[in-house]
């Protein structure tokens, strides 16, 4: 019927503004159903505004985002909430519930969304820790946790209501490497075994090499390259060489 | 110069109606939405517990010390007239009537009001209520409805509570100096008193715990600026909702005194 029909996410010529300051001027891209979009773009740049305006904790000053079919800025609040059921969101710092305890804050949106019974909710809440590596951390508090525990908790909670979209906010920051490759690892897998659809926003390209389908690079809140790493590895643009690769933009940073 | 301080003034005058806007626009959602379902009422339990059962170890010594303090106040001018009997009457009716309502709303204010901010402030600048929010779970219901409603109905409770510790507190004092019974301090204190000087003081603290559910939840929820801004909402809080109580206690007497005349 039309170009969009294959799109999950759709956001067509969004704009977002904080008082005088544009944070979007004009953003649009797709992402398609199993795939894995990763956007790139300084820090402060728009990224983590771009994930919570599709899910609507932001609402755009223009354009439109459609999320499975629905666009949000027609929903009302009930028809958003259920949206956001499809839709898990990983926070930077993993954003728990720092009064109860870990197994407690997955176990809280299963109560409220599903029938299960409280023996089937700790039985999905020990498997979705046991997938990060966290199923000994059941009873701890969020405070009692490491940076990296606490991210991992983050995604376990996201995923906890199985979304078939994740959109995470720099998975990877904050962390040594090898913690950041145990969570890329961890979204790959997401990618490849359960065919969720991943938007990630970071600004580092090292940490999604290995499962990013496409790159989108953010900048003056403009969608200003869209492609495969490839293909951005290539680009003229030496900005978008530089995130896309990965590695040595600091000079391409203190130019712009 | 004079121009210079015209535009600071002009501009807290606009950031003042603002604020006064949206706080009249929160309260008015809370009124829509504490009848919208889910009612949520597991939590609005957890809260009373949290706000209404927790501030009973508050309210007790206070209200005992209230009524002896009251009591030898009330002794010392009384005396003076030879009408040391009417110390049971004039300390019942005082603290029925005012007393017990305003202390527990002031009290409560302090306590709870900057407890509310700073909850919800630090959950708000460490994302947490966004994370609520992409659970599906809505923050506002499930946050400021439930807290506000445990306010409202807390609040009566605790004042009941108050005004009889501030009984005991006079009877005690009394007993203590003029070794009055019990039974005859209590009938001296009811004599006096009508159903109007019970209902409407002790229902106006419903009014009283919107006021502090309210403001305290307001400044929370919309709380910016990190840690900072935590601080902020506790401190605002306590100080802004008891100065409504106190504004807001003026209309509500002068409203009792009209209705119950």
Not at chain 1, 234 to 255: I, M
Not at chain 2, 210 to 235: E, M, N, P, R, W
Request: charge should be neutral.
């Amino acid at each position: 019927m039309d170009s969009h029909a294959n799109s999950l996410i759709r956001l067509d010529h969004v704009a977002k503004s904080f008082g005088r300051r544009t944070v979007l001027e004009d953003l649009s891209f797709e992402v398609s159903a199993g795939e894995a979009f990763c956007i790139l773009g300084k820090s402060g740049g728009g990224k983590s505004v771009t994930l919570k305006l599709m899910i609507g904790l932001l609402a755009s000053d223009r354009g439109s985002i459609v999320i499975d079919g629905q666009e949000l800025e027609a929903l009302d609040r009930n028809d958003l909430l259920e949206v956001r059921k499809k839709v898990g969101f990983m926070f930077q710092d993993g954003a728990l519930f720092d009064s109860i305890p870990l197994g407690e804050n997955l176990a809280f949106p299963l109560r409220r969304h599903t029938s299960r019974s409280e023996k089937e909710i700790r039985e999905v809440v020990r498997e979705k820790l046991s997938e990060v590596g966290l199923e000994k951390e059941l009873t701890k508090m969020p405070a009692d946790l490491s940076g990296g525990m606490r991210k991992r908790a983050g995604l376990a909670r996201a995923l906890v209501l199985d979304p078939p979209i994740l959109l995470a906010d720099e998975p990877g920051s904050g962390l040594d490497p090898v913690t950041a490759a145990e969570i890329g690892g961890l979204l790959q897998e997401l990618k490849e075994k359960q065919r969720t659809t991943l938007v990630v926003v970071t600004h580092d390209a090292a940490r999604v090499h290995g499962f990013a389908d496409r790159l989108g690079v953010l900048d003056r809140g403009r969608m200003i390259a869209c492609g495969t790493p490839e293909e951005l590895a290539d680009s003229r643009d030496e900005l978008v060489r530089a995130l896309a690769s990965g590695g040595e933009a600091k000079d391409v940073f203190s130019k712009s | 110069m004079a121009r210079i301080h015209l535009k600071t003034v002009g501009r807290r005058i606009i950031a003042f109606l603002e604020n006064a806007g949206e706080f009249g626009l929160f309260g008015a959602r809370v009124v829509r939405d504490a009848f919208r379902r889910p009612l949520e009422v597991q939590e609005i339990g957890r809260q009373i517990i949290e706000i209404g059962t927790r501030s009973v170890p508050l309210i007790i010594p206070c209200g005992i010390a209230l009524g002896i303090v009251m009591s030898l106040h009330t002794r010392a001018s009384l005396v003076r007239f030879g009408a040391s009997s009417m110390i049971p009457a004039a300390m019942t009716i005082a603290t029925f009537r005012e007393l017990g309502p305003m202390v527990t709303g002031l009290l409560v204010a302090g306590r709870v009001g900057a407890g509310i901010g700073s909850e919800l402030a630090g959950m708000r600048v460490t994302e947490q209520i966004d994370a609520l929010e992409s659970l599906a779970i809505d923050s506002f219901k499930y946050l400021v409805i439930t807290r506000v409603t445990a306010c409202v109905l807390a609040l009566p409770v605790l004042t009941i509570l108050m005004d009889f510790s501030g009984l005991m507190g006079g009877l005690f004092s009394e007993a203590t100096v003029s070794h009055i019974s019990a039974t005859l301090y209590v009938h001296r204190g009811f004599a006096a008193m009508g159903w109007s000087d019970y209902i409407p003081t002790t229902l106006k603290t419903t009014v009283f715990g919107f006021i502090i559910g309210a403001v305290s939840c307001f400044l929370g929820y919309t709380a910016t600026k990190g840690a900072k801004g935590v601080g902020h909402a506790a401190t605002r809080s306590v100080v802004l909702s008891s100065l409504l109580l106190i504004l807001v206690n003026i209309i509500l007497v002068k409203l009792t005194f009209f209705w119950f005349s």
